[in-house]
T-cell receptor
Framework: RKEVEQDPGPFNVPEGATVAFNCTYSNSASQSFFWYRQDCRKEPKLLMSVYSSGNEDGRFTAQLNRASQYISLLIRDSKLSDSATYLCVVTRGGSSNTGKLIFGQGTTLQVKP | DAGVIQSPRHEVTEMGQEVTLRCKPISGHDYLFWYRQTMMRGLELLIYFNNNVPIDDSGMPEDRFSAKMPNASFSTLKIQPSEPRDSAVYFC?????????????FGPGTRLTVT
């Protein structure tokens, strides 16, 4: 089983739609959680950190459920520019917590006019 | 501020040749990471350094791969000899644990093609 699992998609949605991505992780000791965004043929970039209380940044909302080891990303009012691959990322926690990020395979979003 | 700098951006080489990829991390960052990305395997961590010291190289595929960090502002990833299956995008990333925890900044990548 992969340490971080995501539905690869692709998710094809019309502009203005609300879309949600889910991610599960296997290491219960993981301590930090992120969503990264990667545009086609570009490098990954941090989209937002994910906190236990949930956090929002404009149209984007991230939530963490430690009990279920589940992370989600909600995008409201989708824009064409949101088309990208979204990578779920966790740090390996416990005694080996050394800043090493574990990346999911990514979920591809295509927003259509 | 300059981000992570990688060179070359593209490299095409023949099987058996030596390939050297270069990375300059963000100034002040104490962690440096080398990743490889392919369609089949996604983003894989190859090796990472803390304060120029290799910490975890368990992701390095085999002895043909080696990485060095002679100082805080430079690292290399070398493949010798190269093989067609090494074709991928190689990213370098850096981070500072003095700031927001574990945010990594990626360079633009080196797209390697081995023929």
């Amino acid at each position: 089983r992969k340490e971080v699992e995501q539905d690869p998609g692709p998710f094809n949605v019309p502009e203005g739609a609300t879309v949600a991505f889910n991610c599960t992780y296997s290491n219960s000791a993981s301590q930090s959680f992120f969503w990264y965004r990667q545009d086609c043929r570009k490098e990954p970039k941090l989209l937002m950190s994910v906190y236990s209380s949930g956090n929002e940044d404009g149209r984007f909302t991230a939530q963490l459920n430690r009990a279920s080891q589940y992370i989600s990303l909600l995008i409201r009012d989708s824009k064409l520019s949101d088309s990208a691959t979204y990578l779920c990322v966790v740090t390996r926690g416990g005694s080996s917590n050394t800043g090493k990020l574990i990346f999911g395979q990514g979920t591809t979003l295509q927003v259509k006019p | 501020d300059a981000g992570v700098i990688q060179s070359p951006r593209h490299e095409v080489t023949e099987m058996g040749q030596e390939v050297t990829l270069r990375c300059k991390p963000i100034s002040g960052h104490d962690y440096l990471f080398w990743y490889r990305q392919t369609m089949m395997r996604g983003l894989e961590l190859l090796i990472y350094f803390n304060n120029n010291v290799p910490i975890d190289d368990s992701g390095m595929p085999e002895d043909r791969f080696s990485a060095k960090m002679p100082n805080a502002s430079f690292s290399t990833l070398k493949i010798q000899p190269s093989e067609p299956r090494d074709s991928a995008v190689y990213f370098c990333a850096s981070s500072s644990h003095r700031g927001p925890s574990y945010e990594q900044y990626f360079g633009p990548g080196t797209r390697l093609t081995v023929t």
